[in-house]
């Protein structure tokens, strides 16, 4: 059971106009940001890989996917990046990208604190990372 009250309509104006704006086309909003694999063109190879695979899985084609996985399990794992990668990262991604992911990646964990702490519960029907079964994908974590 969630330990806060979820937004519930009819929306204040302003509340309505933020959630217009967060959600695309005439999808209603959600009780947290759900965003799932469907949404952002991963395949069924790459959810497999970013819960139980790595960058090196074959389903990763670009350099540059490969990097973005390296930096957020870094940032994951260790809330940092270390100088061998971020020359890495330097050599593909902008100084304002480099930004962004580092800020996206703080936001998605401040929003998983606030969702677990206060007991969000799953949106009903919502798949999850951990819908998507072990499929082998040649590296493990």
């Known amino acids: 059971m969630s330990r806060l009250a979820l937004l519930e309509p009819p929306y204040a104006d302003q509340a309505d106009a933020l959630l217009a704006r967060m959600m695309p086309g005439?999808?209603?909003p959600i009780g947290l940001f759900r965003?799932?694999?469907?949404?952002?063109?991963?395949?069924?190879?790459?959810?497999?890989?970013?819960?139980h695979g790595g960058p090196a899985?074959?389903?990763?084609?670009s350099e540059r996917?490969?990097?973005?996985?390296l930096a957020v399990d870094a940032l994951h794992e260790r809330s940092d990046i270390d100088d061998a990668?971020?020359?890495?990262?330097v050599s593909v991604f902008d100084e304002l990208q480099l930004l962004d992911l580092l800020l996206l990646c703080g936001w998605y964990h401040a929003v998983s604190f606030a969702a677990r702490a206060t007991?969000?519960?799953?949106?009903?029907?919502?798949?999850?990372f951990a819908d998507f079964f072990l499929i082998t994908t040649g590296t493990s974590r």
């Open 26 to 28: 005439d999808v209603p």
């Open 35 to 51: 965003m799932f694999a469907e949404r952002v063109g991963l395949t069924r190879e790459q959810a497999a890989s970013l819960v």
């Open 57 to 61: 899985d074959e389903c990763w084609t």
């Open 65 to 69: 996917e490969r990097l973005l996985i």
């Open 85 to 89: 990668l971020w020359t890495q990262l």
């Open 119 to 128: 007991r969000v519960p799953h949106e009903p029907g919502a798949p999850r």
